[in-house]
């Protein structure tokens, strides 16, 4: 009977440790995840604009706005990177944001361009951090 209790305890105690694990690690990534999947919600709609012909400049710039917002929380998002190059990936994603917001394109041929060299910052850095 007690061992039989022991058992159950046991069981009891490391079903309650993984789902505490696993509850940790999913906050964990709760932040990342949240940051990237936004970025990609943005540079989705204005990948979207250009299919479907409507790239007004205030809805492009909005867009852009908070791209740039969310880049600056790609650091914080993840604070176990701590190495150069990732900086780097992440800086010149922001520098590339900036360009394009001092001359937010109004037609969609240089919204194209705009989401075209956007995106291959992203892939970048995805390339040697996914
Ligand atoms: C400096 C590096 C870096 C840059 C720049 C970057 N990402 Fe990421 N991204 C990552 C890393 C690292 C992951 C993996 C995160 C994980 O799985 O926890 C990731 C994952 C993702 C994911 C998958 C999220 C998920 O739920 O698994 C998407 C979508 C994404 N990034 C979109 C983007 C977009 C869009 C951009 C550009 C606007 C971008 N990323 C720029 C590093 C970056």
């Known amino acids: 009977m007690r061992i039989a209790i022991a058992i159950l305890l046991g069981l009891a105690i490391g079903v309650i440790g993984t789902a505490m694990t696993l509850n940790a690690l999913r ?3 709760a932040f990342p995840r949240g940051v990237m999947a936004v970025m990609q919600h943005h540079l989705g709609s204005l990948r979207q604009a250009t299919r479907d012909g409507r790239c007004d400049a205030g ?4 867009r852009l706005q908070s791209l740039r917002m969310l880049a600056e929380d790609i650091a914080p998002a993840f604070p176990g990177i701590d190495d150069p190059v990732f900086r780097d990936y992440t800086v010149s994603l922001i520098r590339q944001i900036d360009v394009s917001l001092a001359a937010v394109p109004d037609d969609c041929s240089a919204l194209e361009a705009v989401v075209s060299d956007i995106g291959s910052r992203c892939s970048a850095c995805h390339r ?3």
Do not use: H, L, T, V
């Open 27 to 29: 906050q964990a990534s």
């Open 59 to 62: 809805d492009s710039q909005r």
């Open 128 to 130: 040697d951090y996914r």
